[in-house]
């Protein structure tokens, strides 16, 4: 299968305070070159960066539809708490109708940053994330003459259906954020590709054998499945500088209980993750100070796996260990200046080199 590499309009862009224009400008430069898609975080504030723009993802993508041609198009990731299923449906079909064939939605269940400080509750996301799913997938079916039914403990639909059909058929592609057993089973489930983001080669090499796994209990063929990756890269003359810049950062990205276990690391007894996972929203900045002192515990060894730092030949080493551990396609994070520049340096020596090998 080939190897495909997309870019995302994520914490790195809103760091940077990039406007829609510029972002814009940077997808035309990426489209004109061999980049396979162009994602959009859906967030509605990143409290750390208080200068970053942060737009709607949906509407950022139509216009980055408008000025592209060739790259898919994706949120990285939406949920379906903010917005009730059916909206996110019908978003993703008209996405897919204005781009001729090119979105995917991304999804996962949710974070509190996102819902609490405005007034959503943000309870059993896991168990309202598979009946989303599953009334997302039954309403990508429908039209009025084949309607349907839902009767879920959180949604239903009575005789719904929507009146608009997607240009990819049999409909876009559902990409999943899972990184724990029941999200993870999910998206076997009802997933054509996974999205995890923080991520040591051996947790994901690790985690995609869980998808396949629970795939195989339930019969699925996974050919063709998009076993994706958001990972960091950051171009520099001197990686050594730049790691002891960024790797606090890092460790904050990569800590999550399942890291810890995978690389055998003692967890911080003072820190709850569940609770930042559930509580973490602007009027709590104090758990983001918790967080990254219990990331400490990461070791520059276990973290410097994950991250690409360096010239092209560093950030190709970095792609070919998450290859090797199951990876087909990477969303990139470019941190550090030069924005433009890093899309174009990536897109004219990195990828060149994996489309030269896979020949």
């Known amino acids: 299968m080939t190897t495909k590499f997309g870019f995302t309009q994520g914490l790195s862009v809103a760091r940077l305070g990039l406007d829609e224009t510029q972002i814009m400008t940077a997808c035309q430069i990426a489209d004109r070159l061999d980049y396979d898609s162009i994602w959009a975080m859906d967030h509605s504030n ?23 041609r060739k790259v898919e198009l994706g949120t990285c990731v939406t949920d379906a708490i903010r917005r009730h299923p059916s909206a996110i449906a019908l978003s993703t079909i008209t996405l897919d109708r204005l781009t001729n064939g ?7 269940a949710g974070e509190a940053q996102n819902v609490v400080d405005f007034g959503i509750e943000f309870s059993k996301p896991v168990t309202k994330f598979k009946e989303q799913l599953e009334l997302i997938e039954l309403l990508f079916n429908s039209d009025p003459d084949n309607r349907v039914d839902y009767n879920g403990q959180y949604y239903k639909l009575v005789n719904a259906c929507l009146q608009a059909k997607s240009i990819r058929k049999p409909r876009p592609p559902i990409y999943i954020a899972a990184g724990a057993p029941k999200t993870l089973g999910l998206c076997a489930a009802y997933g054509d590709g996974w999205i995890p983001i923080g991520y040591t080669p051996a947790l994901f090499k690790h985690h995609a054998d869980v998808i396949r796994e629970n795939a195989r209990k339930i019969g699925r063929d996974l050919s063709g ?13 001197d990686g050594e500088e730049a790691w002891n810049k960024m790797n606090n950062a890092v460790k904050v990205s990569l800590y999550k209980p399942e890291l810890l276990t995978v690389h055998n690391i003692e967890q911080d007894s003072e820190f709850d993750f569940r609770r930042y996972f559930t509580e973490y929203a602007m009027n709590k900045p104090e758990l983001m100070e918790q967080m990254k002192r219990a990331a400490l515990k990461i070791p520059d060894s276990v973290a410097r796996t994950a991250i690409g730092v360096g010239r092209p030949d560093d950030v190709i080493e970095m792609l070919e260990r998450f290859i090797e551990a199951g990876t087909n396609h990477f969303i990139i994070r470019f941190w550090g200046e030069g924005y433009f520049k890093n899309i174009e340096l990536f897109g004219r020596k990195v990828i060149p080199y994996f489309r030269d090998k896979e020949k």
């Open 102 to 108: 090119r979105a995917i939605l991304g999804i996962g």
């Open 225 to 237: 499945f998009q076993f994706a990756n958001d990972v960091d890269v950051y171009f520099t003359e």
């Open 46 to 68: 990143v409290p750390q960066w208080k200068n970053a723009v942060v737009n709607d993802a949906w509407l950022l993508l139509a216009a980055i539809g408008a000025i592209t």
